[in-house]
C-alpha cells in the first residue's frame, strides 16, 4: 500500500516536471512550424490612432482606411485618449493659428506616440519651438520623416510601354507657357523669375490677379493646352515638390518647369527627364529662349514624356487627408522602439 502510494506520486511528480520543461522550452523557441504566441500577438495587436484635431477644420471619413488595414482603429473621438497607442496632431492648429494647444492637462500613457503631422514646408509651420519634446513621429511630405507622405509619386509599371510618345502628349496645345497662382507675394522667389520670364515669352496666368479662378473640373483641360506649366513652389525646402508637379504638370500633361529644391532633390523622386528646372539655366532669358525652342522640336519636346511608358503616375485620388492617416498602419512593425523630437524645429529646416 506503502510502495504504490510512493509511486504514485513520483509518477505524478515526473509529470509535472515534464509539463515544466515542455512549457519552458516552447517560451525560448515559440512552436517550430508555426508562429509563436509571442509573435501573433505582435502581428496581429490593433492599433487605436487618435486623430487629435481635423486638418483646416475639415472632417473627413477614418472608415475606408479601416476598411483597408484591420489591424488599425482610426477614430477622432477624444475620450479615446487613455487607449489611443498613436495620437496625430496637425501643426496649423497647434503653432500657426493657435486653434489648439496640445494635451498635457491629460496622463498620457508611457507607449503612447505622438504624430506630428504637416503638409506645409517651414515657412508655413509657424513656430515650433513650443513643440519641441513632445512628438515621438513625424508625418510629412520629407522623405526622412517616419511616416513619409508625398505628395505624389512615379509607380513603375508591370509592362514597359511600347507606345508613340505622342499618345501621350495632349492635341490641343496653343499656349506655350502657362501657371496658376493666387500669391504673388514679391518675397517669394518665384514671382521674380516670373516677372523675368513673361519679359522674354509669353505667359498665361490663371488664378487671382490672373485671368481668374478654374473650376476645378477644368484645371486640367485647361492646362492640356500649354506646351510648359510653371510648377513653382512658394518656398524652397528640402523635398518640398507639391501637387504643382504631381498633378497641375503630369496629370495637365504639360511639361514642368520646376524651381524648389535642387535637380538633385527631383530626381531622387522622379524621372530626371521628366521636367526642366529653373537653375539648369544661368539666366532667366536662357531659360525663355530654351522653352521656345523647345515647343517647336517636336521630338525633343516628346522626349520629356517618355516617362509615362515607364510610369504610373500616383496621388492621393481619395481624400487626401485619410490616405496620408491610413498611411500609419503598415508602418507598426517597423517604427523605432523610442525616440524623441527635442528639436522639432530644427528637424524640419535642414
Ligand atoms: C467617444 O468615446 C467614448 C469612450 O469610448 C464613448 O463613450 C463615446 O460614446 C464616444 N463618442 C462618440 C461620439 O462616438
Ligand atoms: C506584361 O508582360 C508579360 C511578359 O512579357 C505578359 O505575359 C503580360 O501579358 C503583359 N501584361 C500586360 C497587361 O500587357
Ligand atoms: C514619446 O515622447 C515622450 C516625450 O514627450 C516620451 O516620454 C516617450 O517615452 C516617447 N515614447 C516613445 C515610444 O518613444
Ligand atoms: C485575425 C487576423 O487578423 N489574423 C491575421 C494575423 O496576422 C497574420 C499575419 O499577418 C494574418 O495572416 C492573419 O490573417
Known sequence: ????????????????????????????????????????????????????????????????????????????????????????????????????????????????????????????????????????????????????????????????????LENFIPKNKDKLVCWIVSNHNPKYLRTAVYEKLKTVIPVEVYGRGGKGRIPAEDLLSTISRCYFYLAFENSVYKDYITEKLWYNSYSGGAVPVVLGPSRENYEAVTDKDSFIHVNDFNTVEELGVFLKNLAADKERYASYFSYRRKYEVRRYEWCSWCSRMCKLCPTFSSLPPYKVYEHLDASQNV
Open 1 to 164: 500500500m506503502k510502495l504504490h502510494r510512493y509511486l504514485l506520486w513520483s509518477l505524478l511528480m515526473l509529470t509535472v516536471a515534464i509539463i515544466i520543461i515542455i512549457s519552458y522550452v516552447y517560451m525560448i523557441n515559440g512552436n517550430p512550424g508555426s508562429p509563436s504566441a509571442v509573435q501573433v500577438k505582435a502581428v496581429n495587436k490593433t492599433h487605436i490612432i487618435l486623430l487629435w484635431n481635423w486638418p483646416f477644420g475639415t472632417p473627413f471619413s477614418l472608415e475606408r482606411c479601416q476598411k483597408e488595414h484591420s489591424n488599425c482603429i482610426m477614430v477622432a473621438n477624444r475620450s479615446r485618449f487613455p487607449e489611443a497607442d498613436f495620437v496625430v496632431f496637425h501643426n496649423w492648429e497647434l503653432a500657426l493659428s493657435h486653434t489648439e494647444q496640445l494635451p498635457l492637462n491629460l496622463i498620457r500613457p508611457e507607449k503612447q506616440r505622438w504624430v506630428w503631422l504637416t503638409a506645409e514646408s517651414p515657412l508655413f509651420n509657424g513656430n515650433l519651438k513650443p513643440l519641441n519634446g513632445y512628438f515621438n513621429m513625424t508625418m510629412t511630405y520629407r522623405r526622412d520623416s517616419d511616416i513619409y507622405v508625398p505628395y505624389g509619386m512615379l509607380v513603375p509599371k508591370n509592362n514597359v510601354s511600347e507606345e508613340p
